[in-house]
Structure formats: C-alpha cells, structure tokens
C-alpha cells in the first residue's frame, strides 16, 4: 500500500497537466488566432443565422403558422455552430455569450467584441434579406422585427417567456458545449432543438427572440422599436441568472477545472 499513489494525487496531476497543456496550446496561438478570428466567426454567423431567421418569417406561408421558422432558425443555427463552433465557440448571441463568459468558457475582454460582432452580423443579415425580398412582403412582416407585442397588458407574459425560453438555449449551450462533463457531439443539434422547442411553444406569446442581436438588425433595417427592450431585457437576464447558477452550482474552483477555455 506504500507504494501506490494515492487516488486523490492522481487526479490532482491530471488536471494540473491538462490546465498546462491547454495554457500552452492557447498561448501558442497568434494574436490573430485568439482575438480577430473568433470575432470575425461570431459576425459571419451571426449574419447567415440571422438572414435565414428572417426569410423564413418574412417567407412564411400562412399554412404553417410557425413551424417554418421554428425549424429554419432551429436548423440553421445548428448548422452553423457544427460548422463554426470550432473557432469562435458558436454564440451567435449576447445572451449565450455573456453565461459562457460567466463560466469560464470565454475570455473577458472579448465578451464586448462578440456582443459587437453579433450586433453587427444581425444587421448583416436582416440587410440581405431585405435586399432579396419582395417590398410588400417585407413591409407585412415588419422586416421580420418582433412585431408580437401590442399592448403593455401583453409585456409581462411576453418577457417571462422570453427569460424561461432563452434559460433552456443557454442551458443546452453551456452544458452541451462548454462543461467538459456533460458536452458531446451532438451539442450543436440539441442547441438548435432548444430554439425550435422555444418558438414552437412560445412564438405566439413573444415571438421567440431569445437573441438580442436576432432583435436588433431586424429593428434596424424596419425602424421598428415598439416594446423592443423585452427581447434584450428578458435574454441578458437569462443568459446571466444561468450563468450564475452554474457557477454556484459547480462552483469557482470547479469551474476553473473542467470547462473548458474558448
């Protein structure tokens, strides 16, 4: 019994040369690497998401109600964080970025660049589906801006379903692609079934923004701002009360070990 090494030491050692293998990995990488590229990812992302979100609702048939958007934005957010998640982490959102920042999984000092970018890629993207829609179309679909909320007796329902919606995407993105405990490869998927769950069941409340930066461009290129502060209000409050929870949960020195840095 001398001779073996106890368990606890064992462990302590791996995580101590997984922390430095991952340091030195990080550090290896060029100023480019680490800081531009993963911008310039959340804004392309961001566009494309956000572009295909918008066709879909400006596109929509009256036949399908929504279960065209919900599986355009659900899809295709799946498919690009499969496909860009790699270098950026696949936000694609201020909400999800500012949890993963909350938990480790993404530097500091680049949460206000990503929250740029993506505010920036909306725009982007709700301005290309702009160009390439009929003008009656767009207009009667209000550039596909969140046109739900009419009435200031709707504003309480709509913003609790926007935080408990948006609560479920940050969940599935922080715990299916961040924790190095419960992630897997099919994170990506499950991250867009959590939007279409989201706005099947809550697009005729709020319509199921869960993602300033989808708000954002689509007010912009519509001039529309009626009652716009729910869709920031109730996904940041989401995004940071998930973000606090892990953190609890796991806890700090947890949290430093196992998630890993993006």
Not at 55 to 61: A, D, F, K, P
Not at 133 to 159: D, H, K, M, T
Request: contains cysteine; proline residues 5%.
């Amino acid at each position: 019994m001398s001779g073996e090494t106890p368990m606890c030491s064992m462990d302590l050692r791996e995580i101590k040369g997984k922390e430095t293998n991952m340091a030195d990995s990080y550090h290896g990488m060029s100023w480019y690497e680490q800081y531009i590229q993963p911008c310039v990812v959340e804004l392309l992302g961001s566009a494309l998401f956000i572009f295909i979100g918008c066709l879909s609702v400006i596109e929509n048939s009256p036949n399908t109600g929504l279960l065209q958007p919900a599986l355009a934005h659900g899809l295709a957010l799946g498919l690009i964080i499969a496909t860009l998640g790699n270098i950026s982490g696949g936000h694609f959102n201020p909400a999800v970025s500012l949890a993963v920042t909350l938990v480790g999984g993404l530097k500091t000092m680049l949460l206000i660049p990503y929250w740029v970018s993506q505010l920036f890629g909306g725009m982007i993207g709700a301005a290309l589906a702009k160009v390439v829609s009929p003008e009656e179309r767009f207009w009667n679909a209000s550039g596909a801006a969140f046109a739900i909320v009419q009435e200031q007796e709707q504003v309480a329902e709509a913003l609790g379903v926007e935080i408990v919606m948006t609560m479920l995407l940050v969940l599935a993105v922080c715990m299916g692609a961040v924790n190095e405990k419960t992630m897997g490869p099919l994170a990506p998927f499950s991250i867009g079934f959590s939007v279409i769950v989201d706005i099947l069941a809550g697009g005729g409340i709020s319509g199921a923004c869960m993602n300033p930066a989808r708000a954002f461009g689509p007010a912009v290129m519509a001039g529309y701002w009626d009652f716009h502060w729910i869709y920031w209000l109730g996904p940041l409050l989401a995004g940071l009360f998930v973000g606090l929870l892990i953190r609890l949960f796991i806890g700090d020195e947890k949290t430093r070990l196992i998630l890993k840095s993006r």
